[in-house]
């Protein structure tokens, strides 16, 4: 199997939307929860990135200019899940770096895998990210995404921040995050 066919297949599995679709009952909000509890990602290769922001800010769209897909093929999901790829740039010696989908594949040994999590614009949705967050503070990065035709951009960048905070401290130790901090 060439590389380039396996590339296309990791693409194929890892920009995988996530099939937890807005439901009415408790059985149904039960059954998805089961379902990403068994989703299995492989977060050892780089730090996972989780993007949050209301609805329409351009979460989606930032993350299709990313990885270059057609945004409009993908289902509205409530947690959203796909891989960006960003290889060494060989034709500059500072050790830049590129998305993977930018250009030709330069060097698969420099190959970084970054696994990316997008929520749904609604803070009910937070709880969710316990799926999404990694086993320590220090291998996770929000985004926190705002509009700027919002009036009330600093007010929604402060909640989602709020929202950031509030699911670290219910997801990791008071050490782990002491320890997160002094990463720096």
Known sequence: MSLTTQQQELDDTA????????SSTD????????VLASKKTN?????TVIVLGDNRCGKSSLLARLDKSDRSSKPK?????????????????????QLGTAGANLNPS????????????????ASLLKYALPATPSEVVFILS???????????????????????????????????????
């Open 43 to 47: 977060t050892n290769q780089g730090s």
């Open 77 to 97: 999901s409530l947690l959203g899940y796909r891989v960006l790829h960003v290889q060494n740039d060989a034709r500059d010696a500072s050790y830049a770096y």
């Open 110 to 125: 420099e190959l970084l895998q970054i696994p990316v999590w997008s929520l749904d614009g609604n803070e009910s949705c």
């Open 146 to 184: 705002a509009s700027i035709d919002n009036p009330n951009l600093i007010n929604s960048l402060k909640r989602w921040a709020n929202v950031c905070t509030e699911q670290a401290q219910k997801h990791f130790s008071k050490e782990d995050l002491k320890a997160g901090r002094n990463q720096r």
């Open 27 to 34: 059985d149904e909000v039960g059954i998805w929860r089961e």
């Open 15 to 22: 920009n995988a939307v996530l099939p937890v679709l807005y």
